[in-house]
C-alpha cells in the first residue's frame, strides 16, 4: 500500500480554496503616513488599520525604541527565564500592572502566544473551558491545547454560558471571553460573565485586545468602563497591536497566579523574550495612552458619525459601538467584489471571509481611527453606497 501524497493534499486544498473564493495574499505596504498608505504602487486611504490611536507612529515612542535599541541592542538573546528578562521589560510590567490596579503582569511577545500560555498553563485534561463562539482563535486553540472539555455559547448568551458550567459542577473551570469581538465589534455582556463566573466558581479570563486604549477611564479597557476590578475579572490578557500601535501582550493577574504561568507555562517558557526595545516604546505608549482622553473622544465622534452616515444610506453595518463596523455581504464573492471597488475608488478595506468568520457571514471589516476626518469618512460611505448598487443585490 503507497503512502498518501503530500503534494496531492496541498493541491487539493489550494483548489477547494479557490472554489470556495477563500484564498488570501498578502499585499505588500511599501509606505504608511497616518491614515494614508502605499499598497504595492498605489495611494490608499486606510480603512482597516487597529492603530485606533494612531500611536503606531508615536514621537514619544519611536524616540524610546531608537535610543534603547541604541543602547541595548536589538534582540533579548534568550527565553525570559534564562537571560531574556530586561530592566526595561520589568519596567514596562510595573508599569502596565500599576495602570490596570493588578497586582502582577507579565509580558510576552504576541497576543496569541498570551492566551495560549495562560490556557496551557492553568487546564489540563478533566478540566471545563467555556468560551463564547465569537472568541478569537487564540483562546479556542489555547483550550484544545490544554486538552480541557472546551463547550462554545451562542455569542454573548449568558444563560447559556451558565448551563455550560453548570453541566459540570464537578470540573475546576474557566470561562473566557473577548471584550470587543474583532470581527463583530460589539461588547461582550462583561458584568454578567462576571457575576456567573463568581455565582459558579470559575475563573473569569477577558482580552481585552479591542477594549483597552478605546474605552474606560485612563483607557483602561471595557472592563474598567464596566465598573469591574481585578477581583471580579482574576485574569485579564492585553494584546498591544491594537491601540497601543505596537506589538506584544500582557498577562494580568494576582501575584500567585502569575508566578504559576511563569513557572509551567510551555509557551511562556519555551520562547525568546520579546526585544527589550520594544518594552521601552511601549512604556512610552503607555504614557501617551493614559493621557488621551481627547482621541478617545474623537474617536468615539468618528465612530457616531460613521453610524449616522451609513444609516442615512441603508448600508448594512452590524450593531457596534467600537471602532470597528462590519458591513455584512454573506457570500464571499460579494465581500472581494466590494473590496475590489473600494480600492478602485481609492479606499482599502478588507474582505473577512471564513475562518475568521462563519460560512455565508463574510464581510468588509471597516475600521475607525482618530486619524481619519469626517471627510474621509463621508467618501467612503459614499463609494460604500456606490459600489453596492453596482453589485446590486445578487450573491
Request: net charge neutral; hydrophobic share 45%.
Given at each position: 500500500m503507497l503512502r498518501p501524497c503530500w503534494d496531492e493534499r496541498l493541491a487539493a486544498a489550494a483548489v477547494r480554496r479557490e472554489g470556495e473564493q477563500a484564498s488570501r495574499r498578502r499585499r505588500r505596504v511599501e509606505q504608511v503616513e497616518g491614515r494614508r498608505v502605499r499598497v504595492e504602487g498605489r495611494e490608499l486611504l486606510n480603512f482597516c488599520s487597529n492603530d485606533y490611536l494612531g500611536l503606531a507612529a508615536s514621537p514619544a515612542g519611536v524616540a524610546a525604541l531608537q535610543q534603547a535599541a541604541a543602547q541595548h541592542g536589538l534582540g533579548s538573546a534568550g527565553s525570559a527565564l534564562v537571560c531574556g528578562h530586561h530592566a526595561l521589560h520589568a519596567r514596562f510590567e510595573r508599569e502596565a500592572a500599576e495602570w490596570l490596579a493588578y497586582e502582577r503582569a507579565l509580558f510576552l511577545p504576541s497576543g496569541y502566544q498570551a492566551n495560549l500560555m495562560v490556557l496551557q498553563g492553568l487546564l489540563t485534561a478533566g478540566d471545563l473551558c467555556v468560551q463564547d463562539k465569537l472568541n478569537h482563535a487564540c483562546l479556542i486553540d489555547g483550550a484544545r491545547l490544554a486538552g480541557a472539555e472546551l463547550r462554545r455559547y451562542r455569542h454573548a448568551d449568558t444563560e447559556a454560558a451558565l448551563r455550560q458550567l453548570q453541566a459540570r459542577p464537578e470540573a475546576l473551570a474557566l470561562l473566557a471571553s473577548d471584550s470587543v469581538f474583532s470581527m463583530d465589534g460589539d461588547l461582550a455582556p462583561l458584568r454578567a460573565l462576571a457575576g456567573i463566573a463568581a455565582d459558579e466558581q470559575a475563573l473569569l479570563l477577558i482580552d481585552e485586545a479591542h477594549g483597552v486604549g478605546v474605552f474606560g477611564p485612563e483607557g483602561r479597557g471595557a472592563c474598567a468602563a464596566a465598573g469591574l476590578s481585578a477581583q471580579q475579572v482574576p485574569v485579564l490578557t492585553v494584546p498591544l497591536g491594537k491601540?497601543?500601535?505596537?506589538?506584544?501582550?500582557?498577562?494580568?493577574?494576582?501575584?500567585?497566579?502569575?508566578?504559576?504561568?511563569?513557572?509551567?507555562?510551555?509557551?511562556?517558557?519555551?520562547?525568546?523574550?520579546?526585544?527589550?526595545?520594544?518594552?521601552?516604546?511601549?512604556?512610552?505608549?503607555?504614557?501617551?495612552?493614559?493621557?488621551?482622553?481627547?482621541?478617545?473622544?474623537?474617536?468615539?465622534?468618528?465612530?457616531?458619525?460613521?453610524?449616522?452616515?451609513?444609516?442615512?444610506?441603508?448600508?448594512?453595518?452590524?450593531?457596534?459601538?467600537?471602532?470597528?463596523?462590519?458591513?455584512?455581504?454573506?457570500?464571499?464573492?460579494?465581500?472581494?467584489?466590494?473590496?475590489?471597488?473600494?480600492?478602485?475608488?481609492?479606499?482599502?478595506?478588507?474582505?473577512?471571509?471564513?475562518?475568521?468568520v462563519p460560512t455565508g457571514q463574510a464581510r468588509l471589516r471597516i475600521t475607525l481611527t482618530v486619524q481619519h476626518r469626517h471627510a474621509d469618512i463621508d467618501g467612503l460611505l459614499d463609494a460604500l453606497a456606490a459600489s453596492l448598487d453596482t453589485l446590486g443585490t445578487g450573491p
Amino acid at each position: 500500500m503507497l503512502r498518501p501524497c503530500w503534494d496531492e493534499r496541498l493541491a487539493a486544498a489550494a483548489v477547494r480554496r479557490e472554489g470556495e473564493q477563500a484564498s488570501r495574499r498578502r499585499r505588500r505596504v511599501e509606505q504608511v503616513e497616518g491614515r494614508r498608505v502605499r499598497v504595492e504602487g498605489r495611494e490608499l486611504l486606510n480603512f482597516c488599520s487597529n492603530d485606533y490611536l494612531g500611536l503606531a507612529a508615536s514621537p514619544a515612542g519611536v524616540a524610546a525604541l531608537q535610543q534603547a535599541a541604541a543602547q541595548h541592542g536589538l534582540g533579548s538573546a534568550g527565553s525570559a527565564l534564562v537571560c531574556g528578562h530586561h530592566a526595561l521589560h520589568a519596567r514596562f510590567e510595573r508599569e502596565a500592572a500599576e495602570w490596570l490596579a493588578y497586582e502582577r503582569a507579565l509580558f510576552l511577545p504576541s497576543g496569541y502566544q498570551a492566551n495560549l500560555m495562560v490556557l496551557q498553563g492553568l487546564l489540563t485534561a478533566g478540566d471545563l473551558c467555556v468560551q463564547d463562539k465569537l472568541n478569537h482563535a487564540c483562546l479556542i486553540d489555547g483550550a484544545r491545547l490544554a486538552g480541557a472539555e472546551l463547550r462554545r455559547y451562542r455569542h454573548a448568551d449568558t444563560e447559556a454560558a451558565l448551563r455550560q458550567l453548570q453541566a459540570r459542577p464537578e470540573a475546576l473551570a474557566l470561562l473566557a471571553s473577548d471584550s470587543v469581538f474583532s470581527m463583530d465589534g460589539d461588547l461582550a455582556p462583561l458584568r454578567a460573565l462576571a457575576g456567573i463566573a463568581a455565582d459558579e466558581q470559575a475563573l473569569l479570563l477577558i482580552d481585552e485586545a479591542h477594549g483597552v486604549g478605546v474605552f474606560g477611564p485612563e483607557g483602561r479597557g471595557a472592563c474598567a468602563a464596566a465598573g469591574l476590578s481585578a477581583q471580579q475579572v482574576p485574569v485579564l490578557t492585553v494584546p498591544l497591536g491594537k491601540a497601543f500601535g505596537a506589538q506584544g501582550a500582557l498577562v494580568l493577574g494576582e501575584a500567585a497566579l502569575i508566578d504559576h504561568l511563569l513557572q509551567s507555562a510551555r509557551p511562556y517558557l519555551f520562547s525568546t523574550a520579546a526585544l527589550p526595545a520594544l518594552a521601552a516604546a511601549l512604556s512610552a505608549n503607555l504614557h501617551s495612552l493614559r493621557q488621551a482622553d481627547d482621541r478617545r473622544e474623537q474617536l468615539q465622534q468618528r465612530v457616531r458619525h460613521f453610524r449616522e452616515g451609513a444609516k442615512r444610506r441603508g448600508l448594512p453595518v452590524l450593531d457596534s459601538t467600537s471602532p470597528i463596523q462590519p458591513l455584512l455581504l454573506g457570500a464571499n464573492a460579494r465581500a472581494l467584489a466590494l473590496a475590489a471597488a473600494l480600492e478602485e475608488r481609492g479606499y482599502w478595506v478588507s474582505a473577512i471571509r471564513p475562518p475568521s468568520v462563519p460560512t455565508g457571514q463574510a464581510r468588509l471589516r471597516i475600521t475607525l481611527t482618530v486619524q481619519h476626518r469626517h471627510a474621509d469618512i463621508d467618501g467612503l460611505l459614499d463609494a460604500l453606497a456606490a459600489s453596492l448598487d453596482t453589485l446590486g443585490t445578487g450573491p
